[in-house]
């Protein structure tokens, strides 16, 4: 029998972000992007899944019959101090289950090198936020120290819904409600949250993540009554943001909704995350500041992806950053490599990432601010 509580303390001691049970496979962590196994421990059978399964549904019956009807259960586990983010699926018919570390304690929001230009954006009355990104970009982290710096600063009513609740905050200069999403759970999805959100007097709703077209014209809506609305989406870049955004509604619609975007998106925030030279993940961020000229860019009947990366480019006097500069940056810190670098951008970019690479060099040699 498989001893679940040793495969806990080993990832717990060696720093993993995440725990893999998959039949037939050691146990897998993930300790600073690599997947590592734990020797320690057999490989996995159909037995010690079904026991794993057991042990972090720990006998619920709601989320028994969730994981039946739907073949998958999102939940949280707490062992040792900590919350475990769990995720439980089939493959051929036996459970298979991921399970996210959530840290005791939540980084600083200066520590998690989210630029400076995030957090002052949180101080607008009213508009959209989005905080986006690939799966394991760091986005739950950034958000929720986007939370605690709003509850330390600020004097506001903050509504998250989440699914599940990962870091549990506690109301400080701000009053904070947390909502768990879910069959069984404080609000039964996103979009029945953010419509019943407008009659709880928030002044922030922090939506943990848009994924359909409901989901989005609540949060419009609510952005629109003169609330700040900070999401996540799961996109690449800024530019795939807008776009993803303007389809998720019918070709006839979209006009509206470019208009309405102009009008209420004030900030978008695209980060990724890569091993650093010291072994340490080191975040990349793309911003993107909602001008006058991104808002005619989002107007127009044909969105430009190149558009939307030159208005980037050229408003960093407003605090946007392109992704190619934010790479360059870490590069010339010392904190990537150049083929790092240069494996996150297209080959056709790759002439202009040298070029800023070498201004920012003469920058940094004659003392100057980059």
Same mark, same amino acid.
């Given at each position: 029998m498989i001893n679940i509580n040793k495969v806990l303390d080993e990832a717990i001691s060696r720093d993993a972000s995440d725990i893999h049970f998959i039949v037939e496979n050691k146990p897998m962590m993930?300790?600073?992007?690599?997947?590592?196994?734990?020797?320690?421990?057999?490989?996995?059978?159909?037995?010690?899944?079904?026991?794993?399964?057991?042990?972090?549904?720990?006998?619920?019956?709601?989320?028994?019959?969730?994981?039946?009807?739907?073949?998958?259960?999102?939940?949280?586990?707490?062992?040792?101090?900590?919350?475990?983010?769990?995720?439980?699926?089939?493959?051929?018919?036996?459970?298979?289950?991921?399970?996210?570390?959530?840290?005791?304690?939540?980084?600083?929001?200066?520590?998690?090198?989210?630029?400076?230009?995030?957090?002052?954006?949180?101080?607008?009355?009213?508009?959209?936020?989005?905080?986006?990104?690939?799966?394991?970009?760091?986005?739950?982290?950034?958000?929720?120290?986007?939370?605690?710096?709003?509850?330390?600063?600020?004097?506001?009513?903050?509504?998250?819904?989440?699914?599940?609740?990962?870091?549990? !905050? !506690?109301?400080?200069?701000?009053?904070?409600?947390?909502?768990?999403?879910?069959?069984?759970?404080?609000?039964?999805?996103y979009h029945e949250g953010v419509k019943n959100s407008l009659r709880e007097d928030c002044d922030i709703l922090v939506i943990g993540e848009i994924r359909d077209k409901v989901t989005m014209e609540a949060a419009i809506e609510m952005a629109e009554s003169g609330h700040l609305v900070i999401g996540t989406l799961h996109t690449k870049s800024c530019a795939e943001t807008i776009d993803r955004m303007i389809n998720f509604y019918e070709v006839r619609d979209q006009a509206q909704v470019k208009y309405m975007l102009a009008s209420i998106l004030k900030l978008v925030v695209s980060q990724r995350l890569l091993q650093g030279n010291d072994g340490k993940l080191v975040l990349v961020p793309e911003v993107m500041v909602v001008d006058n000229i991104v808002s005619g860019i989002i107007r127009k009947e044909k969105i430009s992806v190149s558009e939307i990366e030159d208005a980037i480019q050229s408003a960093s006097e407003k605090g946007s950053i392109g992704l190619i500069n934010s790479l360059s940056a870490l590069f010339v810190d010392g904190k990537i490599t150049l083929d790092q670098a240069k494996s996150q951008i297209e080959e056709k970019n790759i002439e202009v990432l040298n070029r800023t690479i070498m201004q920012l060099k003469i920058k940094r040699d004659s003392g100057m601010k980059y």
């Open positions: 993930r300790i600073a992007r690599d997947l590592v196994a734990n020797d320690n421990i057999k490989v996995l059978t159909e037995d010690d899944m079904n026991d794993i399964y057991d042990f972090l549904i720990k006998g619920n019956v709601e989320s028994d019959k969730v994981f039946q009807e739907t073949r998958k259960l999102d939940t949280l586990l707490e062992y040792g101090g900590l919350r475990f983010r769990v995720n439980i699926s089939l493959t051929d018919g036996v459970p298979v289950a991921t399970l996210r570390i959530i840290k005791k304690e939540l980084p600083s929001y200066e520590s998690l090198g989210v630029p400076d230009i995030v957090r002052r954006m949180t101080f607008q009355p009213q508009g959209l936020i989005l905080v986006t990104g690939k799966t394991n970009s760091g986005k739950t982290t950034t958000l929720n120290a986007l939370i605690n710096e709003i509850n330390e600063n600020q004097n506001r009513k903050i509504l998250t819904l989440e699914n599940p609740v990962e870091y549990k !905050h !506690h109301s400080k200069k701000s009053l904070i409600v947390q909502k768990e999403v879910g069959r069984g759970k404080d609000a039964v999805n």
